[in-house]
């Protein structure tokens, strides 16, 4: 084996040019390599990480957006799977196939509890009966969140997400990443730093906001690398790569909203008030995720897929609508997927309001929630703190991601820190497993 440890951070909406304008990241680039890597459609978190761990893609993974819709349950799952929903071998259990024992660890990707590394952090706050959270995290073992918690303090979550989401969360993620890297020495660990997903959505990417981003994660970087090269008995590898690349959005559909004016959603009138959408009950509706949404069909009728699919064609911001065997361009052809796959234009994306009046919205609609919501809500970064709510105001989003990448600037990089690793300048998210794989076995 490498007697170099390998050190994968995974960094969503790192494009070329945030490299370039990045001193510490663009010289460890010049030292050792640099390549390009595109993300599969869909092209989201839970999907892009499960394609670079297992080297597979939705098909056969099962990974097929940041959530799920169990139909035989009725029931919505957004953000709190477990890893057993990834129906493939990850890195960690094909290094546990080495003749040699390869240890590994992950920080932070949402789908890794419970999975197959022998190290692992994520966020896992507790849901208290009165609806508060108390702060805490998933570790393996069990007890390392303690020594993290009286080394750090606890993981700020609400930096993590929502309207004050910030460096202070990343920060935390490669603080406690070196604790971990010193206590258990992994051959193999996989970071999950989200810093530049924030500004990019909530301000668009190219927009001041997030080009401080940029600066601010490359420092961090800077330190990850020095803390970990303090750590390591050899000097590890490192490697830097995109989940996706964020887009300037200036439009937004509401795929929940036309199938209601259609006739196929139904609601539930809530006593506290509001609307609930019936998603045990409606023919067709739409869980949506950045710049795609999976309509699932009431029984998979024939004819109501076919209106939903002649509803959807031809609309301002939906660039492709897919039924049946079109999704397998996708390899989205999986039974966990919607009935139909609608697709946005790389200027828009979908919202997942189905409400027609805003006083019907759902009491969740104007908090932080992303776990009730059918759907992601990039809203949240918007919150207002005057009011102590989120505007229903989809049109304030500015970046988005998700489609697939049609044109070199939705194509992002990779970096790494030894000359040759990459092995090709141009590389795709399946791609990553085989790297991992190969740098562990020789």
């Not at 893609?57 to 169990?70: C, D």
């Not at 035989?72 to 290094?95: C, F, H, S, Y």
């Not at 006739?263 to 067709?284: C, F, M, T, Y």
């Amino acid at each position: 084996m490498s007697s170099s440890p390998l050190v994968f951070v995974s960094i969503p909406g790192l494009r070329s040019q945030d490299v370039d304008a990045m001193v510490h990241l663009r010289e460890l680039a010049s030292a050792g390599d640099r390549g390009s890597l595109s993300a599969s459609f869909p092209a989201v978190t839970w999907p892009v990480q499960a394609n670079m761990l297992t080297g597979s893609l939705p098909r056969e993974h099962g990974v097929i957006a940041n959530g799920f819709f169990w139909r035989d349950q009725g029931k919505v799952e957004m953000w709190t799977a477990w890893n057993d929903k990834i129906a493939r071998p990850q890195a960690w259990d094909l290094l546990h196939g080495l003749p040699q024992t390869r240890t590994s660890a992950v920080w932070f990707p949402m789908l890794s509890k419970g999975c197959g590394a022998d190290y692992i952090c994520m966020p896992a706050p507790i849901h208290n009966p009165d609806g508060s959270e108390s702060l805490w995290c998933y570790t393996k073992p069990v007890e390392f969140y303690g020594t993290l918690r009286d080394q750090l303090g606890h993981f700020p979550l609400k930096h993590f997400w929502g309207p004050l989401a910030g460096i202070p969360s990343s920060q935390w993620i490669v603080d406690s990443a070196v604790v971990g890297f010193q206590q258990f020495r992994p051959d193999f660990f996989f970071i999950y730093v989200p810093h530049l997903d924030y500004a990019a959505q909530k301000n668009g990417p190219n927009s001041p906001q997030a080009l401080q981003a940029v600066q601010e994660l490359d420092t961090l970087l800077a330190k990850l690398v020095a803390q970990f090269r303090a750590a390591a008995s050899t000097e590890p590898v490192f490697v830097f790569a995109s989940e996706y690349v964020i887009t300037e959005v200036n439009h937004v559909v509401y795929p929940n909203r036309i199938l209601r004016e259609a006739g196929l959603i139904r609601v539930i009138n809530q006593a506290e008030g509001g609307e609930e959408l019936d998603v045990h009950n409606s023919p067709a509706w739409a869980l949506v995720d950045h710049q795609f949404s999976h309509v699932f069909v009431k029984d998979r009728d024939a004819q109501t897929i076919a209106k939903v699919a002649a509803l959807m064609r031809g609309l301002p911001g939906i660039e492709e609508v897919l039924v049946g065997t079109e999704r397998a361009c996708y390899s989205m052809d999986h039974d966990r997927s919607g009935d139909v796959i609608l697709i946005s234009s790389q200027s828009s994306w979908q919202a997942y309001y189905w409400w027609l009046n805003d006083a019907q919205a759902p009491n969740y609609a104007r908090t932080v929630d992303i776990h009730r919501k059918p759907g992601y809500d990039p809203v949240e970064l918007h919150f207002d703190m005057a009011n102590r709510c989120i505007p229903l105001d989809a049109q304030l989003i500015r970046g988005s991601h998700g489609a697939p990448p049609r044109s070199q600037s939705q194509i992002g990089a990779i970096v790494a820190s030894q000359p040759g690793w990459l092995g090709q300048s141009a590389l795709r998210d399946v791609d990553v497993a085989g790297l991992i794989l190969r740098h562990c076995k020789t």
